[in-house]
């Protein structure tokens, strides 16, 4: 790997011509423009659709106006990339390597993670990855941030890195709702929404619905996706594209098959745990009026604070209480004004 023509770094709108060559892919004339205004997918994400109809019940590719792929590299880049691989010590995780030729298929349990370098990328056709992309790139950082304001959530974003014909991780889900946003190359997704799914009986899996913790998918033994219903999505996603993922939900990605190019994309995570329907409960019960109605069925409210958290723990009878707020009512609690008048303004820059 080569980087030819160090990239530079400006808070003002300006005009770079890089050519970097990252993994196999060359990045010629790149025109950068605000690199702390982005405001890609904003306009999908502050939409009714994403509120009332998809979030924290149904994954979905949200489909963007042409130069959606411009829109997503003028907050990270491939020249973002260079100067992040760039930088010593970086502490990079390396996980999966070579999937099978005809596509993803298999579920079994997840492969190790460890300590990564680029050797791995190249040598063990294994998957790259860094978690807290968006203390390290700026453009991020201001993306970062302007998602919490308009939604009242914080989030982390993890950058992928994976080679041609390699899976990282096998089907799982995550406790958080995801964000996929495809930067470079393409990557093809399988996704099952929990909400209605019927698991065929011996197919290995009990996923736990909205979970707050990792490994939160019991495996037993390997097993087909071939044996799994039809999936919510199955898509390959191509530069620009933005896929939704309900925390909880079934999701699988790869290169394999007949991709011949490198895939870079970043997951951001949105830590919607922590706007549950238990977490709400839990510190509304200080409330004066919520505190008397506590102690007038009988408890007071430490017992059901500890009642409360027991039960969210519960695997079956706890999943209404992890399930996210309303994605509306999330926006209200962070501010009328503040929540609301960031999503209309981010979307009048064009964050379509």
């Not at 011509?17 to 025109?31: D, I, Y």
């Not at 929404?193 to 619905?209: C, K």
């Not at 951001?268 to 709400?280: K, M, W």
Request: charged content about 20%; some cysteine; hydrophobic content about 40%.
């Amino acid at each position: 790997m080569s980087a030819l023509g160090a990239p530079t770094r400006s808070r003002t709108a300006t005009r770079l011509k890089r050519t970097v060559l990252v993994m196999g892919c060359v990045f010629h004339e790149v025109e950068t423009t605000d690199r702390t205004q982005g405001t890609y997918g904003f306009g999908k994400l502050c939409s009714n659709e994403v509120a009332a109809v998809l979030w924290g019940q149904r994954s979905s590719v949200l489909e963007y106006k042409e130069g959606a792929s411009a829109a997503a590299e003028a907050f990270f880049d491939l020249g973002d990339l260079a100067e992040l691989l760039r930088t010593e010590d970086l502490p990079l995780q390396s996980i999966g390597g070579t999937a099978s030729s005809w596509g993803t298929s298999a579920v079994s349990p997840q492969p190790e993670w460890r300590r990564g370098s680029i050797l791995d990328y190249f040598g063990r056709n294994a998957t790259l990855t860094l978690s807290g992309v968006e203390a390290r790139v700026p453009g991020l950082a201001s993306w970062s941030r302007s998602f919490s304001q308009a939604f009242g959530l914080a989030c982390e974003v993890k950058l992928y890195i994976t080679p041609p014909g390699s899976q990282a991780l096998s089907l799982h889900n995550d406790p958080q709702d995801i964000f996929a946003i495809q930067v470079k190359g393409e990557k093809d997704w399988k996704v099952w929404d929990l909400l209605g799914l019927q698991l065929p009986h011996g197919s290995g899996l009990d996923p736990t619905v909205a979970p707050f913790d990792k490994g939160s998918v019991t495996f037993q033994g390997n097993t087909s996706l071939h044996v799994l219903p039809n999936p919510s999505v199955d898509a390959r996603l191509g530069p620009g594209d933005l896929l939704y993922i309900p925390r909880g939900s079934l999701h699988v990605a790869s290169t394999a098959g007949h991709l011949q190019s490198s895939s870079v994309h970043l997951s951001v995570g949105a830590l919607s745990q922590r706007v549950s329907y238990g977490i709400a409960a839990y510190h509304i019960a200080s409330e004066l009026e919520v505190t008397e109605a506590i102690k007038a069925a009988g408890w007071d409210v430490k017992l059901f604070r500890r009642t409360l958290l027991r039960l969210v723990e519960e695997k079956d009878e706890g999943a209404a209480f992890r399930r996210s707020l309303p994605l509306g009512w999330v926006r209200r609690m962070a501010g009328p004004q503040r929540s609301h008048s960031s999503c209309a303004a981010l979307r009048r820059r064009g964050g379509g």
